[in-house]
């Protein structure tokens, strides 16, 4: 158990995420977010659930009474000259389940298939203005790592149509 963990909550059991999860996961990420985000949730079951693609996961934290959280991530290799390594991009704990280790038992759950793959490290990227997920990878032993995310504004530009379609 990580540090962070306040108790191993052994009724809680980690499985790999089904198609009729799909309803549940929405709903805990609206919770959490605000935002409700269907057709992104569709197409991450696709992409992560309903295709087998080598490195890609999606975990469910299951209770006697059902879904209490979840994790997504993927190995990615070689970007910007970065060996293989495991990314997390989304974590979330029912807010009734909070604090009893859940989250650190999907984070070691999906570390675990990423090391069962060769993966020695494991990345995220968070908000600034997220300071529960940004605690709880902190609780986890996570720390800056050797990369910036840098972005910016796209602007549309003068030959951008917004009614024409993209390729």
């Given at each position: ?164 379609a993209k390729a």
């Amino acid at each position: 158990m990580r540090a962070g963990s306040l108790m191993n909550n052994s009724a809680v059991a980690i499985r790999a995420a089904e198609a009729g999860d799909i309803g549940k996961v929405i709903r805990l990420d609206e919770l959490h977010t605000g935002l409700a985000k269907p057709d992104y949730w569709r197409e991450m079951f696709a992409a992560y659930v309903t295709a087998y693609h080598f490195g890609r996961y999606f975990l469910i934290a299951e209770d006697p009474g059902g879904m209490v959280g979840f994790i997504v991530g993927e190995i990615r290799t070689w970007e910007f000259g970065s060996p293989p390594c495991g990314w997390v991009f989304a974590v979330n704990v029912s807010p009734d389940s909070r604090e009893g280790g859940i989250g650190s038992r999907l984070l070691d759950a999906i570390c675990g298939r990423f090391r069962d793959c060769g993966v020695g490290t494991v990345r995220t990227m968070i908000s600034r203005n997220d300071p529960l997920n940004l605690a709880f990878f902190r609780s986890q032993g996570m720390t800056a790592g050797p990369y910036i995310e840098l972005e910016m504004n796209l602007d549309p530009g003068p030959t951008d149509d917004p009614n024409e379609a993209k390729a």
